[in-house]
């Protein structure tokens, strides 16, 4: 199964608002709204911060929102701040039962 | 809170196989799916497989079939993961998970994978 595809970097400056990109198929992300995020802080694993496409587990800021259209899933981050700077990829759930991730997508915080 | 303990850092030959074991605690083993992750250094997450630790169904990445075995011992409250044939490319840090419904929740501590000749 081929991976699903995130810009390589997104930068912007504290207080600013991003949005990754998550772009895969009608055999995923189209399909199903199993559409997960993942935070990753260098040298960690890696933190659930998304799921099912809207969903955000307790404790996770609400400066977090998730969102799909279509074949793609979008994640928005809102008043950026500096701990926010970390690697983020998204996960789905595939028609073949298996999963996938995305090829990742470093934010930086000017 | 669920805490998941794996094995230590190995380093293999290539063409040999690694054993890698995750033993959960803190609460019930069994019905959950355990997935593997693996990430190579400076690299994505690449999705490996996942257990089924009630009933020991399994599904293993395409990019995969027919090198990794995912297994459980659920005496054991343990889930391994053996990956054959060894290339260069197979160095990472590899994780093991527990979903709840489709999504990651719990990850491992990782373990350092090394394939040198």
């Known amino acids: 199964q081929s991976v699903l595809t995130q810009p390589a970097s997104v930068s912007a400056s504290p207080g600013q608002s991003i949005t990754i990109s998550c772009t895969g198929s009608?055999?995923?992300?189209?399909?199903?709204?199993?559409v997960s995020w993942y935070q990753q802080h260098a040298g960690a694993a890696p933190k659930l911060i998304i799921y099912?496409?809207?969903r955000r587990p307790s404790g996770v800021s609400n400066r977090f929102s998730g969102s799909k259209s279509g074949n793609t899933a979008s994640l928005f981050v809102s008043g950026l701040q500096a701990e926010d700077e970390a690697d983020y990829y998204c996960?789905?759930?595939?028609?073949?039962?298996?999963?996938?991730f995305g090829t990742g997508t470093k934010v930086t915080v000017l | 809170q669920v805490r998941l303990v794996q094995s230590g850092t190995e380093v293999k030959k290539p063409g040999s196989s690694v054993k890698v074991s995750c033993k959960a605690s803190?609460?019930?083993?069994?019905?959950?799916?355990m997935h593997w992750v693996r990430q190579a250094p400076g690299q994505s997450l690449e999705w490996m497989g996942w257990?089924?630790?009630?009933?020991?169904?399994?599904r293993y990445s395409q990019n995969l079939q027919g090198r990794v075995t995912i297994t459980r011992d659920s005496s054991a409250s343990t889930v391994y993961l053996q990956l054959g044939s060894l290339r260069f490319e197979d160095t990472a840090v590899y994780f093991c998970?527990?979903?709840?419904?489709?999504?990651?929740?719990?990850w491992g501590q990782g373990t350092l994978v090394t394939v040198s000749s």
């Open positions: 803190g609460d019930i083993f069994a019905p959950y799916t």
């Open positions: 996960f789905s759930y595939t028609s073949t039962s298996a999963y996938v």
């Open positions: 099912e496409v809207t």
């Open positions: 257990i089924n630790t009630d009933n020991g169904n399994t």
């Open positions: 009608s055999s995923d992300i189209g399909d199903y709204d199993y």
């Open positions: 998970v527990r979903a709840s419904m489709k999504h990651i929740v719990f």
